[in-house]
Nanobody
Framework: QVHLVESGGGLVQAGGSLRLTCVVT????????IAWFRQAPEKEREMIAG????????IYADSVKGRFTMSRDDAKKTVYLQMINLEPEDTAVYYC????????WGQGTQVTVSS
């Protein structure tokens, strides 16, 4: 069983920054991926950044490339999503995911960007 807890969301003005944190507990498998998703009101959930648990290249959605950076602290089993130059279109609930769409999800953290 894997448990994910996100934090770090909040209200920020356009152009501002936030850092989201996802703490992972439980037994992880190197071949599985860990990713950040988001879901805006009346929109489908979309993956915005992801990496396999064992490491490798991080992939980003075009909408966040160059503004969002995913990183990890293996010792703490924690992943981060640094977000800069936030735009109102980034307003969404952000979720941490492990193991793909049928894997494990955190409870989500709300990010609201005001114009």
């Amino acid at each position: 069983q894997v448990h994910l807890v996100e934090s770090g969301g909040g209200l920020v003005q356009a152009g501002g920054s936030l850092r989201l944190t996802c703490v992972v507990t439980g037994r992880t498998v190197d071949s599985f991926a860990i990713a950040w998703f988001r879901q805006a009101p009346e929109k489908e959930r979309e993956m915005i950044a992801g990496i396999t648990w064992s490491g490798g290249d991080t992939i980003y959605a075009d909408s966040v490339k160059g503004r969002f950076t995913m990183s990890r602290d293996d010792a703490k089993k924690t992943v981060y999503l640094q977000m800069i130059n936030l735009e109102p279109e980034d307003t969404a609930v952000y979720y941490c995911n492990y193991g793909g769409l049928r894997g494990y999800w955190g409870q989500g953290t709300q990010v609201t960007v005001s114009s």
